[in-house]
Nanobody, 126 residues
């Protein structure tokens, strides 16, 4: 089992940048596919990005492609989400998640991820 803690959220102006971190604890961090999800007020949680166990493959929602970059450092048990060119519609609570046995078909869904962090607030002003 792995425990996840997000950090790095805050308030930024439109067009600005922010980097989120997700620190994991456990002996098998490198065995998990890692994902980022977000939930805006009054809306359902949605997929943002995911990264494979080795960090060599990444996947993004169309809404953030070209602006966000997901990466991981397995030696530090940490996954990152670099967010550039932020827009007001990016405002949400961002959560990281870990899952096993996740494929390209299932990685955009929430159900396959068994472990979740508490979330960190990102607010983008205009």
């Amino acid at each position: 089992q792995v425990q996840l803690v997000e950090s790095g959220g805050g308030l930024v102006q439109a067009g600005g940048s922010l980097r989120l971190s997700c620190a994991g604890s456990g002996r098998t961090f490198s065995s998990y596919t890692m994902g980022w999800f977000r939930q805006a007020p009054g809306k359902e949680r949605e997929f943002v990005a995911a990264i494979s166990r080795s960090g060599t493959s990444t996947y993004y929602a169309d809404s953030v492609k070209g602006r966000f970059t997901i990466s991981r450092d397995n030696a530090k048990n940490t996954v990152y989400l670099q967010m550039n060119s932020l827009k007001p519609e990016d405002t949400a609570v961002y959560s990281c998640a870990a899952g096993e046995g996740i494929t390209v078909i299932t990685m955009r869904a929430q159900r396959p991820y068994g472990y979740w962090g508490q979330g960190t607030q990102v607010t983008v002003s205009s």
